[in-house]
């Protein structure tokens, strides 16, 4: 640490949790700007850039997103170094502009969109330390102010840090030093149960905090996605930053009025502001409604956050709930913010266009658990259901929005909750139609069997046809499925090997039908899908005992595989290495299955990861698994979707 830098100071618990609050509140804002930024650029040649600027733009745009899903990391393992400690998660902070005094003099934080000056701004916010980056003039630092710890203090102060990394190391120096002065045990008194860890939220990093050694290695995270470490820096927000302005000047000296983003409002506000310097008040009607609906869904994905966390070993379901809802909301507020900086503000700002304000609740404390807590967020989310179904109308870009808050509140079982029935503005949708149940498709009856094929599921792994090829008869025209060739129960064996799940049957002799299996697999195909064995459901819908899920990210029925990894020259391993897991207490039972917007696959349930050859992988009873092909901790997602802009339903 440089003898220029300020020094921080924690002598207390209560100081650290202050400046982890302080960290937290800096992550959270940077990750709101960088979204806004995001949001703001054009959407390719439709909106008049050329082939070549489309791409760049395309590119652009999924390197900001990157960088803000990793602050969102950050957030989560700042709140769980928070909760570790023994305090409460922090998720608060002011409405924008940040207001100075909340940060040092020399963080600047307000909403821009994508603009080089933006990009020189973000540098500056995301430099090394001893690097001398200067902050662009367009981001003023309007007052010079010093924040200083008085030694002895009881009451915790804000302190200077001169980079984002400077503030982390001396937490990390902090942490040592209080685990000396009280003890390791006594620092870390909180439950590991109550934070959110891996297998709760697909955000590369994120761990739970134990001791000492997870705590640094939590903030050695953050710092090397940041701003980088020493020996490994091409990959962090700082280089990322760095590599995106290189290309944008290459285009401008291609096209000096080469134009990337809209001409999105600085700042804007949904309210007349009292103070209107440098706040833009959004009146337009249609940007309005929409702007409050954007800012309901943000706020409701941080309660739904807050309600995630403290919950311990107990609340385990409510947790993984609510840290689900959250994720689901994501994509929502994704798709609103980009489509605000489409609208005009409104005639007081012509030619100016709309955004998204992330506009803050006064209160975002944690609702007790319970039925009030379910019948809350529940309605919070029917109400914005009801919203929608108003503002984007049938053929609107944004139509499906409003089933799919219906859909994210039916997780919340409110049914069981005393009182009036919650009404819904629609019917929840039907399972997507490329989500097909086991047996869809005209069954053939002969024998006492009644077998159908489902070929949308089909991966062509030949059990049947080789199996009982009097049946199954390959290459044959027409009907090619004749039971009448064999005995009910040599047809059953052959369905039962199906791996894929595209061939079903139902006994009408009264012989067995399929049983599930007594131990629940997923194994991993090298280089290609996955195949689980178990009672299986698919976003809510039962799909049967067998189903092949794509892995690499190619197919084009997705989730299901359509051996696009063979074309696409996919390879991962089928052999990965074995993780220590606990053997589980029951094998079997219901295994759902949840592929999460343009993300992993959401599993839960009792299940066993297996290798090709059999090997135990690890056992779980949640998990992420990768579906981008990208991850390099596969099968298990590392989030690495983000950064390649992962396209799936």
Aim: one cysteine or more; proline letters at 8%.
């Amino acid at each position: 640490m440089s003898t220029a830098e300020p020094r921080i100071i924690i002598e207390t618990r209560e100081e650290l949790i202050y400046l982890l609050a302080e960290a937290a509140a800096i992550e959270h804002n940077l990750m709101c700007t960088y979204l806004y930024a995001a949001w703001s650029l054009k959407r390719g040649t439709e909106d008049g850039l050329r082939p070549e600027e489309a791409d760049a733009v395309r590119h652009w745009r999924n390197a900001i997103l990157s960088v803000a899903v990793e602050e969102m990391t950050h957030l989560t393992l700042a709140c769980n170094l928070t909760s570790a400690v023994g305090g409460a998660p922090h998720f608060s902070r002011p409405n924008f502009p940040v207001p100075p005094g909340y940060h040092p003099d020399g963080v600047v934080v307000s909403l821009a969109p994508f603009s080089h000056a933006a990009l020189e701004h973000f540098i500056f916010l995301e430099r090394p330390e001893g690097i001398d980056e200067a902050d662009s003039s367009e981001f003023p630092h309007p007052a010079h102010y010093e924040r200083r710890y008085v030694p002895g203090s009881l009451m915790p102060s804000a302190q200077d840090y001169d980079t984002v990394g400077h503030l982390y190391r001396s937490i990390r120096h902090g942490l040592a030093v209080l685990s000396r002065h009280l003890g390791e045990r006594v620092l870390f008194c909180g439950d590991p149960a109550s934070q959110l860890g891996a297998d709760d939220v697909s955000l590369q990093g994120v761990r739970t905090i134990t001791d000492l050694a997870s705590a640094e290695a939590a903030i050695d995270t953050i710092i090397e996605q940041g701003e980088g470490a020493p020996s490994h820096r091409d990959d962090s927000h700082y280089s990322r930053f760095l590599a995106v302005r290189d290309d944008y000047d290459r285009l401008l000296r291609a096209r000096a009025d080469f134009v990337p983003a809209f001409p999105v409002a600085h700042n804007p506000v949904l309210r007349p502001p009292l103070d209107a310097h440098e706040r833009i008040f959004i009146e337009n009607e249609e940007a309005a409604h929409a702007l409050d609906l954007a800012n309901a869904v943000y706020g409701h994905m941080l309660r739904c956050l807050v309600q995630s966390y403290g919950r311990g070993a107990e609340g385990e379901a409510g947790k993984h709930l609510y840290a689900g809802i959250g994720t689901d909301l994501m994509p929502l507020l994704d798709a609103l913010g980009s489509h605000l900086a489409t609208l005009p503000a409104g005639p007081s700002h012509p030619g100016i266009h709309a955004g998204m304000t992330f506009t803050m609740l006064r209160d975002i404390a944690r609702l007790p658990p319970g039925p009030g807590e379910a019948r809350f967020m529940a309605e919070r989310l029917l109400d914005m259901a009801r919203h929608a179904d108003g503002l984007f109308p049938a053929g609107h870009p944004l139509a499906w929005m409003s089933a799919r808050l219906v859909e994210i509140a039916g997780k919340v079982e409110v049914a069981a909750i005393p009182g009036p029935g919650v009404a819904f503005p629609h019917k929840a949708p039907e399972p997507a139609s490329d989500v097909p149940t086991e047996g869809t498709g005209r069954a053939v009856e002969a024998g006492g069997i009644a077998v159908s094929f489902d070929g949308k599921r089909c991966i062509h792994a030949r059990f049947c046809v080789l199996g009982e090829p009097a049946v199954f008869r390959a290459n044959a025209p027409g009907q090619w499925i004749h039971p009448e060739a064999r005995p009910a129960d040599a047809i059953a064996e052959v369905v039962h090997q199906c791996p894929s799940g595209a061939l079903s049957y139902r006994r009408t002799d009264g012989g067995p039908a399929e049983q599930a299996p007594e131990v629940n697999t997923a194994r991993i195909r090298e280089n290609g899908p996955y195949a689980f064995r178990g009672a299986l459901r698919l976003k809510g819908a039962d799909i049967g005992f067998r189903a092949v899920l794509c892995r690499c990210g190619q197919s084009k029925n997705k989730p299901f595989c359509d051996n696009s990894h063979i074309e696409a020259g996919f390879r991962a391993t089928g052999e990965p290495d074995s993780i220590e897991s606990a053997p589980l207490e029951v094998r079997n039972g219901v295994v759902e299955l949840e592929p999460l917007y343009n993300g992993p696959l959401m599993v839960t349930g009792n299940l066993e990861i297996v290798t090709g050859t059999g090997h135990t992988v690890r056992r779980i009873t949640r998990t992420q698994l990768c579906r981008c092909g990208g991850s390099r901790t596969k099968p298990f997602c590392d989030g690495t979707h983000n950064k390649i802009g992962f396209k799936a339903p």
